[in-house]
């Protein structure tokens, strides 16, 4: 059992790690392989400290090693899944399963999208990225999953105990873990409907389908908060002034819980975060 | 007449002209001399983004040189006041004068003190650190002030005002600027009393006085907003969710503000002050 687990190693979840290590707490730190990072080759010239322009995939790195060299343990893997048992969190990784008293959601922000014909016109209208959360709506229906690895098969589980019709769809890719279910390798070339979707194109036919699940790669951290039902709002995890969410034990830092998307920001929100997740430990241990 | 006027080149000053520069407005950043700042030899590793410790010098060089390198003004020099007039401030340095609309203070907090014997006992008890904040008390009384350099120029030309007998104590160090006030060149050793302050002792004798005021070296911010009037509440500049003082265009940001005085907090004022003196900026010229 962790004390804290920290998803996310950018400037919010590297920060809050120092911070909650000073204290005496060993969090541990998860984070994404970081040749993942979209958009952050960029030239950070805003942030403090540097005299002349660092890569943003550079400074991530840095903030990795400054990590490790203050003896966090850090961990490169992906998350898959966020739940709750009685004794707290169990995050699951594609690695690995992992407990925790208390959980700080620092991923960043990525703009989740599929650059496929139709998604954008079907998302909400068939076309989900949570079965945990949408599934409800589908039980018996006609279902495809889109998707190749363990974020893939977790969804399907879920898919599998609401409709015994579910299709996975791998976009191309292979598909290293064997499934019952049927899978289609074709390249999906678009989503067609009227008001709702109605069918997968791809380069080899038509599918019909009646809702369409996305999990290719790795689920947002905005995805594993909507399996717990916390507070999203406009796109962004909803915090009080402990940057806590409506989860006890559950926090939120950095561009996630929105505001200004400034390395400032996330830093600041991360050296907040440490101390209200200590206090929070703190109130724990004592209640124990 | 420039339109902002940031006094200071830490973490806070630099992050204010780094974001200010980004919208457009110039601002002219003046700082003390590198060699000047106590305290940051000491080494940094709970800062963002170095993967190994850094000394704070050195951070603090290179915050200097990224405002250098994004095309921002930045000046060495020590402020010795700032003042209001119909346009906005006037800052005065040890070298020269400078207009502006608004002025950011962000000079980090430094703990004045004087290493004498009954400095501590008599400071507030006949012992001053600000002529125009205090001079008032000690009209026509037998003063003595405390310098040798521009500072103490500056506050004499105050004290020479409400009383004609102020005697100037070097401490041991030259004067190099000529003065018609009697001058004692002795070391001090301590200064002596009962409820009050009553004499200096130095290295040769000892001299009656009814008030003391230190104007040894530059003066520092709280020094300058005392000047102004600005609420000063437990050592911190007091100001407003905007950053603003109570004076207007006035703002202030970094560890004079109080709250945590760590690096990352710091950095944060300085992006949110930013934000405030351009809206301050843009209202005013709404205005004209």
């Known amino acids: 059992m962790k004390k804290v687990i920290i998803i996310g190693y950018g400037p919010a979840g590297v920060t809050a790690a120092i911070y909650l290590k000073r204290t005496g707490i060993d969090p541990l730190v998860i984070g994404k392989d970081l040749g993942a990072l979209d958009g952050y080759s960029d ?20 903030g990795v090693d400054q990590a490790k060299n203050l003896g966090i343990e850090v961990i490169t893997d992906s998350v ?12 699951k990784t594609q690695k690995k399963s992992y407990h925790s008293e208390a959980v700080l959601l620092a991923t960043g922000k990525t703009r989740q999208t599929l650059n496929i014909p139709g998604f954008s016109k079907y ?60 899978v289609v390798f074709d390249q999906i070339l678009s989503f067609k409907g009227d008001d709702k979707i109605t ?34 709002e406009k796109n962004n995890i909803s915090v009080d ?17 929105g505001g200004k998307l400034q390395i400032a920001k996330s830093v600041y929100d991360g050296m907040q975060a440490a101390d209200s997740i200590y206090s929070f430990l703190k109130d724990k241990s004592k209640k124990a």
Chains 1, 2 share one sequence.
């Open 43 to 62: 030239l950070v010239e805003n942030f403090y400290g540097f005299s002349e322009p660092i890569e943003g995939y550079k400074l991530i790195q840095n």
């Open 80 to 91: 898959i899944s966020l739940k709750q048992d009685e004794t707290g969190f169990v995050v």
């Open 123 to 182: 998302r909400g209208k068939g076309i989900s990225m949570c079965a945990t959360c949408d599934g409800y709506f589908y039980r018996r229906k006609k279902l495809a999953i889109v998707g190749c690895g363990p974020y893939m098969l977790h969804e399907l589980e879920y898919l599998n105990r609401i409709s015994a019709d579910v299709t996975v769809f791998t976009h191309g890719n292979e598909l290293p873990n064997l499934t019952e279910n049927p």
């Open 199 to 232: 069918h997968i194109v791809t380069n080899k036919g038509e599918y019909p389908v009646d809702g369409v699940f996305i999990a290719l790669g790795v689920p947002s951290s905005i995805d594993f908060a909507s399996q717990l039902g916390v507070v999203v």
């Open 241 to 257: 002034q402990n940057y806590q969410t409506n989860i006890e034990g559950l926090f939120a830092a950095g561009d996630i819980i």
